[in-house]
Nanobody, 116 residues
Framework: QLQLVESGGGLVQAGSSLRLSCTASGRYFGNYALAWFRQPPGSERKLISTISGTGEDQYYASSVKGRFSISRDNAKNRLYLQMNNLKPEDTGVYYC?????????WGQGAQVTVSS
C-alpha cells in the first residue's frame, strides 16, 4: 500500500513557475507508474501527465506539453511536476496518482492558483 502526499502548490502570477512534489510512503515505489491529474474549479479531474516506473516513458496532455515536465526519484520515493510559464487556466487542484496492476492510490491534492 502507498500513501501519497503532494506539496509545493500555491498562488502565483501568470508566467511564473512552480514545482509540485508527491512523496510516497510504502514499498515498491519503483514498480508503480505515476501520474498527475488536475481538477479545475467546477470541472472534472483530468489526466495531464504520466511517467513509467523507470521514468523512461512519459506522456503529456496537449494543454501542458512543452511547459510541464514530469520526473521521479525512486530512491527518494518522490514524483515531481515542474510547471513553467503558468497560465490562469492551469488553476486547479493537482493530484498525484500511483497505479500497478489492480492497485491504485491517490494523494489528497495540492491547490495551484494562477492569477492573470
Amino acid at each position: 500500500q502507498l500513501q501519497l502526499v503532494e506539496s509545493g502548490g500555491g498562488l502565483v502570477q501568470a508566467g511564473s513557475s512552480l514545482r509540485l512534489s508527491c512523496t510516497a510512503s510504502g514499498r515498491y515505489f519503483g514498480n508503480y507508474a505515476l501520474a498527475w491529474f488536475r481538477q479545475p474549479p467546477g470541472s472534472e479531474r483530468k489526466l495531464i501527465s504520466t511517467i513509467s516506473g523507470t521514468g523512461e516513458d512519459q506522456y503529456y496532455a496537449s494543454s501542458v506539453k512543452g511547459r510541464f515536465s514530469i520526473s521521479r526519484d525512486n530512491a527518494k520515493n518522490r514524483l515531481y511536476l515542474q510547471m513553467n510559464n503558468l497560465k490562469p487556466e492551469d488553476t486547479g487542484v493537482y493530484y498525484c496518482y500511483a497505479y500497478f496492476g489492480s492497485k491504485d492510490y491517490w494523494g489528497q491534492g495540492a491547490q495551484v492558483t494562477v492569477s492573470s
